[in-house]
Structure formats: C-alpha cells, structure tokens
C-alpha cells in the first residue's frame, strides 16, 4: 500500500505568520526608523524637510560629551537601579531562606506571599502619584508618622532634597519588587533535589552552612535571570520618576526614559536627540538581553543535537565496521 | 544532652519570634500606604492636613464630587484601558499560542532560526522604539486610537516562549494525528483541540498581559492626546496637575478609584498570581 506523505511544514510558516508581521510593524520598523531619526536634524511639531546630519553621529556625540542631563540621566537610571536592587535581593534571599528553612516551619507563608507581593501589582503610576502624596510638606502623612515616633523633630521637605527624592524612588521599586524576586527564588529552591538538603541534614550542617553551600550555589542561574531582567527593567524606569517629581528636584530622579520622553513630548520635540539617546539606551539593553540568550538558550535543543550527532557517529562506526 | 535540645529549642523559639516580627512588619509596609490612600479618600483636606489617621471620615461623597467636578472622568478611564487591555490580552494569548503551537507541532527548516530569534527580541524596551513608533503612528493618523496599543500585543515573545515550554511538556502529537486522521483542517484541530489543553498557561499569561497592559503609562501618554481617551494611568498624572493642588481628599480619592479594581483582581486571583509568578522564574 502507497501512503501518500503530506507535509505539514508550510503551516508552521502560516501559524508563525501573524506574529511575524506584527513584529515587523510594530517593533522592527519603528526601531529602524528610531534608528535613522537618530542622524537626522528632525524636530519640531510642525513636519518640514528632515536631513541627514553632516557630521551623521553629530546627535550622540552632542549627548555624551556635551549633554549634562543626559549623562545624569545615566547616571541616576545607575544609581536608582543599584540602591533597589541590593537590598531587593539581600531581603529576598533572607525571606526564601525562612520561607523554605524546614526547621522554621513558617506559618501563614500563603498570606504573607500575597501581602508581600501585592505592591507589584498595582499601577506604578498610581504608586507614584501616591507616595508625592504621603511625603508631602510639611503636613504629609510620614512626616506626621515620624514625629510621632519621634524619629525626626521637624517636618522634613522629603521632595525638595535630591537624596531623599532619589531614595524615595528606589525605595517604592525595591518595595513594589522584592516580593516577585522572593516568590522566584522561593520557586528555585523547591526545583532543588530535596536529597541534597537531607545529605547536608544528615552531615550535620545547620542552617546557615546549607544556606550557603546547596541552596545558593543552586540559585546562580535563577540569581542571575533575576540581576539581567532587573537591569532591562531598571533601564526602563519611567513611570515612577515621571509621575512621582516629573524627573525632579534639579534633575535627581531624571532616569534615561524621562529624558527620552521629555526631549520628545514636553514641548521642545526634539525628536532626533530623543531618539539617539533611544537608541544608546537600545544598545545598552542589547548587550544585557545577550548575556540573558547565553543564559536561557534551548538547552533541550542543544542536548538533542548532541544526541543526533553521537547517534549519527555510533551509525558511522558501525557501518565502517561492517 | 537534653540541655543541648531544650537550648536548640529556645534558639528556635527566638528565631521563630524573629521571622514573624520581620514578616509582619513588610505585610505592614505593603499594606499602610494603600491603607492610608483609602482613609485619606475619606477625609476632608482639612482632616489630611491636621495629621494622620487609620480610621475612615465621612468625607467620601464631597471628595468624590469635587473630583468629578474638575474634568477627571475615571469611568470613560476606566472603560478606554478596559478596551485596550481585554483587546490586547486577547490578542496576546491567542497569537502567541499560535506561534507557539508553530514552534512545536511542526518541523519546518527555519522552526530553530525563529525560536532563537524570538529569544533575542524578547527584551527590546518600549523605550527603544519608542520615537519612531510614535512618528510611523503619527503618519497613519493613529494617534489618538487605540489600534496601535492593542494591536502590537500579537507579537508578544516572552509569551511566546511561555506557551512553547508549555506546550512542549503537554502535547502529544499522536493527539493531533488523530485529529488528522478524522479530516480536521489543522487550524480547527489548534482551536478546539490544543487551546483547550492550554487552558491553564493562557489563563496566567492572560493575568500578566492585562495588568501589565492596564498598568502601562509610557505608550498611551506619548499616543493619546484627547481627553477621552486616556486611559486611567494618565488620568492619575492629571491628579498631580494644578486643577487639584490643595484638594488632597479628592486626589486620593481619585488614586483609590484608579486602584480599586486591580485590589479586586488580585484579591480574587492572587492564588494564580503567585504560581504564575513562581512559574515565571523557572523558565530556564
């Protein structure tokens, strides 16, 4: 009997289809013609004849060299992600190791995993505009709560001094974002094989020592997707600094996405200077979604074609041996 | 030796005591500035500006209506990211299921090529394209729709990688062959055979992309200039404005309202929420 074989490949293709041309249109293009934008002299509301730029890398050596808000921008996008991050993931890793010490037995770990994360679910913008208002002087609700407790004699103008705003902003993302770390790193140590912890129990490590010596050494890569996607997101920091001081008191909270969107949209339209910090920005991320490729990629895949290939070399012996 | 234990048990017991207080404390942290948005809703500016309280007023309805006086509509707010967001979660699921589907169901020669592809792309920030988007909109006369934040959700990767693990770990092909063999097209045998089996990945990743939908400020602010159609990330920036600068009351009034309906939805669905997060960190 004759089968007649169909091929079934083409709709691979079809089904891949509308994602394809989604992404063509609506991130390939507009990252290209962002791209472009960045050589020309395109600004203004008002559409007039754009150009090339003599000198075509003219806007991002404006902004390097000549660009003070721009290299602060950097600078503070640096600085906020570095004061969150640390102490996002020293809390967590202090919370996972509690949560998941078998001796602890935590109780009501459920409740606190809602309630802890909670505040990542809730509109950054809303988080933002709520924590202008809680700091608030010099009748503001922490300035009341700390006077109360008697931590400082006078209402303090939080929002006025460039540190505390930019302490401000990194203490609502370490707060919005330790949760989801916890609750990531929690879920790598349930991933480790439980007889690595019951061969420490039974060597007699304390808690402490197997802390540091299974379920760390466990974590890297779950460590370092959390570091890598924290930096991507970090990069971005728009929402709260926009909305929480509009980038004030002089600059302090400017990240580079308020720059972007402040060269852009708020009344100066310089859209070739936003784009090519854009695209410095894009740069940056490139490199941090590489190292994050190296470490997500298809590791099945990869066994698999080690798989074909020892097979396809065991065949080859074979035959030779014939 | 049973000193040794009594001891042990007394260091546990002090331990224990310590990790409560610690976690108590952040469940506090988490909860007092919501808490404290919700009375001060309640308050008259007057009450806000005499010092802090955790108990309700009785200002609620005259916060509101000054609220609703000055141009802030939260309804029109919150039916325009209602649109935007139900559209592109929809579109986000679907499309990606179906690219994922592609991925695994089929051997075609640039099935790898594309899936590494898919992986390079999955971080490119908003930001990044951000001025040519809004210039290419602009030309379109896309400004001002919603078109451009619904539509750009069928090209969601990290959705895409999502249902690809997922499916992966759950089709079988012998399932699909049969399907075949009964004379099904083969995008009738992906709607009524494997969606349903992905029933559970889209209902997390349907979660994630509409509160991350809902959530997003940075496209709708730089595209939607009428009134109304901001979405309700953008009404919470109109609060800072000039128009309520001493109206404390009716600030957070209007912070609460644009807030409510997400404490609702994870209320409702933290369960999932959190095993969806869990999932979320073990993609490797």
Redo the contacts between chains.
């Keep these: 009997m004759r089968r007649k074989s169909v091929s079934y490949s083409r709709f691979g293709y079809m089904f891949s289809l509308p994602f394809i041309l989604a992404f063509l249109v609506f991130s390939f293009y507009p990252v290209l013609y962002t791209a472009v934008i960045g050589f020309t002299d395109m600004k203004g509301v008002i559409p007039k004849p754009v150009h090339i730029l003599d000198n075509p890398f003219g806007n991002f050596t404006d902004l390097i060299l000549h660009n003070t808000s721009f290299r602060i921008s950097l600078t503070n996008t640096a600085l906020i992600w570095i004061l969150n991050f640390i102490p996002q993931v020293g809390l967590a890793l202090l919370l996972t190791a509690w949560f998941t010490n078998q001796r602890l037995k935590v109780r009501g770990q459920g409740a606190f995993k809602v309630l802890l994360y909670m505040p990542n679910i809730i509109t950054a913008s809303t988080i933002a505009v709520l924590f202008n208002s809680l700091f608030s002087y010099p009748m503001g609700p922490v300035n009341s709560l700390f006077e109360s407790l008697g931590w400082i004699d006078a209402p303090v103008n939080f929002l006025q001094d460039k540190t505390t705003a930019r302490g401000i902003v990194a203490f609502i993302q370490f707060w919005m974002w330790y949760g989801n770390t916890m609750i990531i790193l929690i879920a790598g140590v349930m991933g480790i094989n439980p007889a690595l912890f019951e061969a420490a129990a039974i060597d007699g490590a304390n808690g402490w020592q197997t802390f540091m010596r299974i379920t760390l050494p466990s974590l890297k890569t779950i460590m370092l997707y959390t570091l890598i996607t924290s930096m991507i997101g970090g990069l971005q920091l728009f929402d709260i600094p926009q909305l929480f001081l509009f980038g004030g008191p002089d600059d302090a909270t400017l990240t580079t996405s308020v720059f972007i969107y402040g060269q852009a949209f708020k009344g100066s339209y310089m859209f070739n200077k936003a784009a090519a910090a854009s695209m410095i920005m894009f740069a940056i991320a490139a490199i941090l979604s590489g190292l994050l490729f190296y470490l997500m990629r298809d590791r099945d895949a990869s066994r698999l074609k080690k798989a074909q290939k020892r097979i396809k070399k065991a065949a080859q012996a074979a035959a030779r041996g014939l | 030796m049973e000193n040794i234990r009594t001891e042990s048990r007394a260091a546990?017991h002090v331990?224990?005591t310590i990790?409560?207080v610690v976690?108590i404390a952040?469940?506090l942290?988490?909860?007092l500035?919501?808490w404290?948005?919700f009375v001060?809703a309640t308050r008259s500016t007057a009450e806000?500006?005499?010092?802090?309280s955790l108990l309700p007023s009785s200002h609620m309805k005259t916060n509101l209506d000054v609220l609703l006086s000055k141009s802030f509509d939260p309804l029109k707010g919150f039916f325009n990211s209602l649109i935007i967001s139900g559209f592109s979660t929809i579109c986000a699921v679907y499309?990606?299921s179906?690219?994922a589907?592609?991925?695994v169901?089929?051997?075609?020669?640039?099935?790898?090529a594309?899936?590494?592809f898919i992986?390079?792309?999955?971080?490119?920030?908003?930001?990044?394209?951000?001025?040519?988007?809004?210039?290419?909109m602009y030309q379109l006369h896309w400004t001002n729709s919603l078109l451009?934040l619904i539509?750009?959700?069928?090209?969601a990767?990290a959705i895409?990688f999502f249902m690809r693990q997922y499916l992966?770990s759950m089709l079988s092909i012998e399932m699909v062959e049969a399907a075949r063999i009964d004379g099904a097209g083969?995008?009738y045998t992906?709607n009524r055979i494997v969606l349903p089996i992905m029933v559970p990945a889209i209902a997390t990743q349907a979660i994630f992309a509409f509160?991350a939908s809902?959530?997003n400020?940075?496209m709708p602010?730089?595209l939607l200039t009428q009134k109304d159609k901001y979405t309700?990330?953008?009404m919470?920036?109109l609060?800072?404005g000039d128009i309520y600068k001493t109206e404390?009351g009716s600030?957070?009034m209007g912070?609460a309202l644009?807030?409510l309906p997400?404490?609702v939805?994870?209320f409702l669905l933290?369960?999932y929420?959190?095993a969806g997060?869990?999932?979320?960190?073990?993609?490797?």
């Design positions: 546990l331990n224990r990790v409560y976690c952040l469940a942290l988490s909860i500035p919501f404290i948005m001060n806000i500006q005499s010092g802090l499309f990606s179906l690219t589907y592609a991925l169901a089929y051997n075609w020669k640039l099935r790898q594309f899936f590494t992986l390079l792309v999955m971080m490119i920030p908003a930001q990044a394209s951000a001025i040519g988007f809004y210039k290419f451009p539509l750009p959700a069928i090209a990767p895409v992966l083969e995008l992906f509160v809902w959530n400020l940075f602010l730089i309700l990330p953008i919470v920036s609060l800072k404390f600030i957070y912070l644009t807030a997400l404490f939805i994870y933290s369960r929420i959190i997060v869990a999932l979320g960190g073990v993609k490797e």
